[in-house]
């Protein structure tokens, strides 16, 4: 069959279309319909139509779209084209009412309601893990042979080289802005004091703490939550084994061991960086510092620093632990949650300091 021209023409209320109706040719038949005045367009004649593709059929859905006060009828399509064009018409789609948008008093109400059962399955969660650590500091049973030793490795040893270095570094920079300053005072000596009472009470506690909520706490949520997801926790109910118990439990007693070893290394270490400082910087002797820093700290700073990195760490295994239980989806809810938790778990640890520092020192 010869190829015809493509032509669109208007006659007795008819839109007649000729040749082919395709992504070629709908740039300029575009021009030539809306060059038409169609006040009384009733029908869309096809019969000389050869070939139609998806940008012909949305070229005719924009002209019935232009009337949508009547029904504008296509006749006279063969076969193909009529299939073409329940293919790909836009028209034939039912629209899905969208509901309508609560007010406000309904999103406040729905936020409260949902603050509450959260508040209460953490509550719930919170009383479970305290419970079953202490009954598993006499009893083993429901805890798998040498996981609190293997949580250990994971959670203290192999976060002691990363927690060394930031330590290192931020004691260096520490003393150094500091020891600027006292030197055009003729302050060096208490260069001292600060690294003391800086590193012991505030920055070893807290860096440890936000490092074990990046590193720790992420992959307690992940590693939880994608057991919730491939239902092993499920499993594990079905085989009478508490998942408190088996997961969390081991996690906690690993982290209540570690926690005061790392931030007692990370204060030392922090206050070597400062000690390089105070030798190459300020002249002061490693003697004279040692003897400053004794004199200076008290038990009771100790005390704080490392009293408040035990709620660092319990606050990490039991965000990580509450938001691996309520994950919902599948990876893509295993990544939410985790980057979840460690955002919760920095967020609590720097409220949890503040409050501490605005009991103990005021």
């Given at each position: 069959?010869?190829?015809?021209?493509?032509?669109?023409?208007?006659?007795?209320?008819?839109?007649?279309?000729?040749?082919?109706?395709?992504?070629?040719?709908?740039?300029?038949?575009?021009?030539?319909?809306?060059?038409?005045?169609l006040a009384e367009l009733e029908k869309i004649d096809l019969q000389n139509v050869q070939h139609i593709d998806s940008a012909g059929v949305a070229f005719l859905d924009q002209i019935r779209q232009d009337f949508l006060t009547r029904q504008v009828e296509i006749i006279n399509a063969d076969s193909n084209t009529a299939g073409t064009i329940n293919t790909f018409s836009s028209l034939a789609i039912t629209r899905v009412a969208v509901p309508p948008k609560d007010n406000i008093f309904v999103q406040i109400g729905d936020g409260i309601f949902r603050w509450l059962d959260a508040s209460k399955s953490a509550v719930y969660l919170v009383a479970d893990i305290f419970y079953w650590s202490f009954v598993g500091i006499f009893d083993k049973k429901g805890q798998r042979k040498g996981s609190v030793t293997q949580q250990s490795i994971a959670i203290g040893m192999d976060a002691l080289g990363i927690i060394a270095l930031l330590s290192l570094i931020?004691?260096?920079?520490?003393?150094?802005?500091?020891?600027?300053?006292?030197?055009?005072?003729?302050?060096?000596?208490?260069?001292?004091?600060?690294?003391?009472?800086?590193?012991?009470?505030?920055?070893?506690?807290?860096?440890?703490?936000?490092?074990?909520?990046?590193?720790?706490?992420?992959?307690?949520?992940?590693?939880?939550?994608?057991?919730?997801?491939?239902?092993?926790?499920?499993?594990?109910?079905?085989?009478?084994?508490?998942?408190?118990?088996?997961?969390?439990?081991?996690?906690?007693?690993?982290?209540?061991?570690?926690?005061?070893?790392?931030?007692?290394?990370?204060?030392?270490?922090?206050?070597?960086?400062?000690?390089?400082?105070?030798?190459t910087y300020l002249?002061?002797?490693?003697?004279?510092?040692?003897?400053?820093?004794?004199?200076?700290?008290?038990?009771?700073?100790?005390?704080?620093?490392?009293?408040?990195?035990?709620?660092?760490?319990?606050?990490?295994?039991?965000?990580?632990?509450?938001?691996?239980?309520?994950?919902?989806?599948?990876?893509?809810g295993v990544g939410k949650v985790t980057t979840q938790s460690v955002v919760a778990s920095i967020f609590w640890v720097i409220i949890l300091d503040a409050i501490n520092s605005l009991i103990f020192y005021f």
């Amino acid at each position: 069959m010869a190829a015809t021209e493509t032509s669109l023409a208007y006659r007795n209320n008819i839109l007649i279309i000729t040749g082919r109706i395709d992504k070629f040719t709908v740039p300029k038949l575009l021009p030539v319909y809306r060059s038409y005045k169609l006040a009384e367009l009733e029908k869309i004649d096809l019969q000389n139509v050869q070939h139609i593709d998806s940008a012909g059929v949305a070229f005719l859905d924009q002209i019935r779209q232009d009337f949508l006060t009547r029904q504008v009828e296509i006749i006279n399509a063969d076969s193909n084209t009529a299939g073409t064009i329940n293919t790909f018409s836009s028209l034939a789609i039912t629209r899905v009412a969208v509901p309508p948008k609560d007010n406000i008093f309904v999103q406040i109400g729905d936020g409260i309601f949902r603050w509450l059962d959260a508040s209460k399955s953490a509550v719930y969660l919170v009383a479970d893990i305290f419970y079953w650590s202490f009954v598993g500091i006499f009893d083993k049973k429901g805890q798998r042979k040498g996981s609190v030793t293997q949580q250990s490795i994971a959670i203290g040893m192999d976060a002691l080289g990363i927690i060394a270095l930031l330590s290192l570094i931020l004691g260096l920079i520490l003393a150094l802005q500091s020891a600027a300053q006292l030197r055009q005072f003729g302050a060096n000596i208490f260069v001292a004091d600060l690294m003391a009472i800086s590193m012991v009470t505030e920055m070893g506690p807290i860096l440890t703490a936000i490092i074990l909520a990046g590193r720790s706490g992420s992959a307690i949520a992940s590693e939880i939550a994608t057991m919730s997801v491939t239902e092993e926790i499920d499993a594990l109910k079905m085989m009478a084994i508490n998942p408190i118990r088996y997961v969390v439990v081991p996690k906690f007693h690993a982290i209540t061991i570690c926690i005061p070893l790392l931030v007692t290394a990370s204060t030392l270490i922090g206050i070597l960086g400062g000690l390089i400082i105070a030798v190459t910087y300020l002249d002061l002797s490693a003697v004279v510092f040692f003897n400053r820093i004794f004199e200076v700290l008290t038990m009771k700073d100790v005390l704080v620093g490392l009293g408040k990195s035990f709620f660092f760490a319990w606050v990490i295994v039991i965000i990580g632990s509450y938001y691996g239980f309520n994950v919902t989806g599948g990876a893509e809810g295993v990544g939410k949650v985790t980057t979840q938790s460690v955002v919760a778990s920095i967020f609590w640890v720097i409220i949890l300091d503040a409050i501490n520092s605005l009991i103990f020192y005021f």
